[in-house]
T-cell receptor, first 113, second 114 residues
Framework: QKEVEQNSGPLSVPEGAIASLNCTYS??????FFWYRQYSGKSPELIMS????GDKEDGRFTAQLNKASQYVSLLIRDSQPSDSATYLC?????????????FGKGTKLSVIP | DTEVTQTPKHLVMGMTNKKSLKCEQH?????MYWYKQKAKKPPELMFV???????INESVPSRFSPECPNSSLLNLHLHALQPEDSALYLC?????????????FGSGTRLTVV
């Protein structure tokens, strides 16, 4: 049974600070990793994907992957109140026919003005 | 077109009703998914269609019946639902193996069973 673990929060950070969201996964064959942002009552929105060890940056977002430690994180720099949402970590196996994303339970982030 | 369109956005139905949820995408994705999401929980996979064929059914009760008429459309037929089936129903699509793009989710249908 694959497991994806996230701290449910809430994680509160002041506006302008760095928010750090963490995720661990149990299945070593997991190959693709995704971060989704979900506002209350809305659908998940893909904000970052990462496949290789190291960092991947996109604007204010940086995803970090360490496959040896089975750990993936999301950093949000210069946090804004509009970043307040639940962040879902998702992992997927590689290979043909492997479609299923396994989601963590999500971390609720609150950015305080 | 980079969207997944779901209709209706809201649906209230009685336990004896029959209704359908619809999902459409024109991104050329050949994998489509139905997820169910309860409040404060992550999305829970229900069905996966690959090239219009059902490839995964996560032990979903038969009162939920999926259908994929063509590569752009996905339906979820509902019959004799229970109040505990009230949830946000999400459709998603992806390239065949999810690839580098993950899933694109629709805006969801908020279902209330009374």
């Amino acid at each position: 049974q694959k497991e994806v673990e996230q701290n449910s929060g809430p994680l509160s950070v002041p506006e302008g600070a760095i928010a750090s969201l963490n995720c661990t996964y149990s299945d070593r064959v997991s190959q693709s990793f995704f971060w989704y942002r979900q506002y209350s009552g809305k659908s998940p929105e893909l904000i970052m994907s990462i496949y290789s060890n190291g960092d991947k940056e996109d604007g204010r977002f940086t995803a970090q992957l360490n496959k040896a430690s089975q750990y993936v994180s999301l950093l949000i720099r210069d946090s804004q109140p509009s970043d307040s949402a639940t962040y879902l970590c998702a992992v997927k196996d590689s290979g043909a026919g492997s479609y299923q994303l396994t989601f963590g339970k999500g971390t609720k982030l609150s950015v305080i003005p | 077109d980079t969207e997944v369109t779901q209709t209706p956005k809201h649906l209230v139905m009685g336990m004896t009703n029959k209704k359908s949820l619809k999902c459409e995408q024109h991104m050329g994705h050949r994998a489509m998914y139905w997820y169910k999401q309860k409040a404060k929980k992550p999305p829970e996979l229900m069905f996966v269609y690959s090239y219009e064929k059902l490839s995964i059914n996560e032990s979903v009760p038969s009162r939920f019946s999926p259908e994929c008429p063509n590569s752009s459309l996905l339906n979820l037929h509902l019959h004799a639902l229970q109040p505990e089936d009230s949830a946000l129903y999400l459709c998603a699509s992806s390239h065949r193996d999810g690839g580098s793009y993950g899933y694109t989710f629709g805006s969801g249908t908020r279902l209330t069973v009374v």
